[in-house]
């Protein structure tokens, strides 16, 4: 299989093997918007869940507990807070964690003793703190005042280094799809969103790029000489560069997630919920999406707006015009070996370079 893999792999950089992604980006483009639309009704119902570094409250964790019922517990607390809806999950394999809007001093304390009572652990292991919401709102600020600083020096360095500002919007359009999935999708699962869950989101945009910018860098190479050759048009070329990334990409994509998916199975199912469970499921959610951006999204767009570029539409048209008139005066050449293109005289080669036929060998007296 390893062989397989690796002759596979090689003969999508060859370009003996090719699949027409940016040729069929529309279809990307629907899947996408599809995933965006659910994304988006999922923030707004059910919506994010705030943990109680965001919305503030009092706090409580019973340690060393026998019994880890939940109901238990929220029946304890609406014994002493009627009114209360206690939000109760399990920290590893002896600890609860019961969180509440903020209660008066004394009712705290009733807390606390009930819950000792009621789970029968001494007092001392039962213990409470406040959170004010003012913390969560100035770490929200600092992220959102971070991300915009992070997209702004992005948009400037991918211009100065692609000399090119079509790939600094692509690669943006391709951030802003991976950060709306992957918040959706977590807002969906309805698990609380915590500084941890922040730095997952922040996390994945670099991910994404860097694995955008590779991309971007074969784009870049392969279409250096497009005008100066009447063969291949730029989406084909584009379309050769993301082939011949692909097998890297998946690479780095499944050794990426392996680690993070062990980290989110301990965290979600062994220890509970916690810092590692946050932050895992925002960063597999986020490697998953940011993987299909970098291949399906990223270089289709960038290719969507070079098209519009005059000399780039000139090119094209006069591509596929001398193409028509070639098949017509030659007949059927048969299916092109790079998606689009025919391979009357070899298949494209990396670089933009064009494979010769093989010579024929002299015979030896």
Known sequence: M???FAQWGNDLYTGRRSYDIVGKRRRWYAVSAVLLLISVVLLITPGLNPGIEFRGGSEFTVSDVDDLDQGLATRTVQEVAPDEVPRVTTLGGDSLRIQ?????QEQVQQV?????????????????????????????????????VFLLFVAAVMTLYFRNWRMAVAALVALAHDLIIT??????????????????????????LYDTVVVFDKVRENTADTLEQTRFTYAEKANLAVNQTLVRS????????LPVASILVVGAFILGAGTLRDIALALFVGMVVGTFSSVFIATPFEVTLREREPRIREHTAKVLALRAGTATADGDAGEPALAGAPRATG??????HQGQAAQPRRKSR
Do not use: M
């Open 2 to 4: 390893a062989a397989g």
């Open 250 to 257: 998946i690479n780095t994509s499944v050794v990426a997630l």
């Open 100 to 104: 509440t809007s903020q209660l008066e």
């Open 112 to 148: 606390t003793d009930a819950l000792a009572t009621a789970f029968d652990v001494p007092e001392e292991q039962v213990t409470s703190n406040y959170i004010g919401p003012a913390w969560g709102r100035d770490v929200s600020q600092k992220a959102l005042t971070g991300l915009g």
């Open 183 to 208: 918040v959706g999708l977590y807002s969906g699962i309805g698990w609380e969103v915590t500084p941890a869950t922040v730095i997952g989101f922040l996390t994945i945009l670099g991910y994404s």
């Open 347 to 352: 298949a494209l080669r990396p670089g933009g």
